[in-house]
């Protein structure tokens, strides 16, 4: 059973602070999805990470995907109210036609004002 | 918006009931899930169907029963539930269910079983 470790498992921080949240697994996967859900809504595709060691950054968020593709950070500079949500990983893993993603439980983000 | 909407947003009901949940995805997907997430627990995925075929049931049980009767509609008809079952259902949808598929998550059915 592959499992996915998110830490921390909660993060409550004041506004323009910088934070790092990980995604951890002894599993290799081929590739490592970050969605966001706020609250009341369902997740949000962030970014998709394929390529060991790969690094790709969306405005404030740095994603990067570990050389031996068993692992994942996500960082976010100067935090922002808007940021605050559930953000969770998952591993993705394929067998010919059998495609399986797997979630970690979430690291739930406080940005305070 | 993400393309995919779930009614009800909330539903409350008795473990003598039976209820459905509904889904609609408006993207031309091909691949339609349902999601349990529960408390303190990873995403859980529950079914899945390709083109309207069922190609995935991850040992749900049998009170939970799924129906895709076209490829833009998803049902989850609920019967005898139990206590623990209250959670948020969520729909999602994806092109096909090739690897590194993106997945539209609808915004879920938060329900409660008394």
């Known amino acids: 059973t592959q499992l996915l470790e998110q830490s921390p498992q909660f993060l409550s921080i004041q506004e323009g602070e910088n934070l790092t949240v990980y995604c951890n697994s002894s599993s290799v996967f081929s590739s490592l999805q970050w969605y966001r859900q706020e609250p009341g809504e369902g997740p949000v595709l962030l970014v998709t990470?394929?390529?060991?060691?790969e690094v790709k950054k969306l405005k404030r968020l740095t994603f990067q995907f570990g050389d031996a593709r068993k692992d994942s950070s996500l960082h976010i500079t100067a935090a922002q109210p808007g940021d605050t949500g559930l953000y969770l990983c998952?591993?993705?893993?394929?067998?010919?036609?059998?495609?399986?993603?797997?979630f970690g439980k979430g690291t739930l983000l406080t940005v305070n004002p | 918006e993400t393309g995919v909407t779930q009614t009800p947003r909330h539903l409350v009901m008795g473990m003598t009931n039976k209820k459905s949940l509904k889904c609609e995805q408006h993207l031309g997907h091909n691949a339609m899930y349902w999601y349990k997430q529960s408390a303190k627990k990873p995403l859980e995925l529950m079914f899945v169907?390709?083109?309207?075929?069922?190609?995935e049931n991850n040992s749900v049980p049998s009170r939970f029963s799924p129906e895709c009767p076209n490829s833009s509609h998803l049902f989850l008809h609920l019967h005898t539930l139990q206590p623990e079952d209250s959670a948020l259902y969520l729909c999602?949808?994806?092109?096909?269910?090739?690897?590194?598929?993106?997945?539209?998550f609808g915004s879920g059915t938060q329900l409660s079983v008394l």
């Open positions: 169907y390709s083109l309207e075929e069922r190609v």
């Open positions: 999602a949808s994806s092109q096909d269910r090739s690897t590194n598929e993106k997945l539209f």
């Open positions: 998952a591993g993705a893993s394929s067998g010919g036609s059998n495609y399986k993603l797997t």
């Open positions: 990470v394929v390529t060991g060691g």
